[in-house]
């Protein structure tokens, strides 16, 4: 059901760079989450 919401409110180009946004999330910064947490940093 949620996907036939997204659909409803976001353009193909929406889908896209939000679907790309949470790959690179996915891929760059949850491997290190844990490491920042601990230092209490977080890489600008």
Do not use: D, G, K
């Amino acid at each position: 059901m949620r996907w036939l919401a997204e659909r409803a409110f976001l353009s193909q180009e929406q889908r896209i760079f939000r679907r790309n946004l949470r790959r690179y999330v996915a891929e760059r910064m949850a491997p290190h989450v844990q490491r920042w947490e601990e230092e209490r940093t977080f890489p600008r």
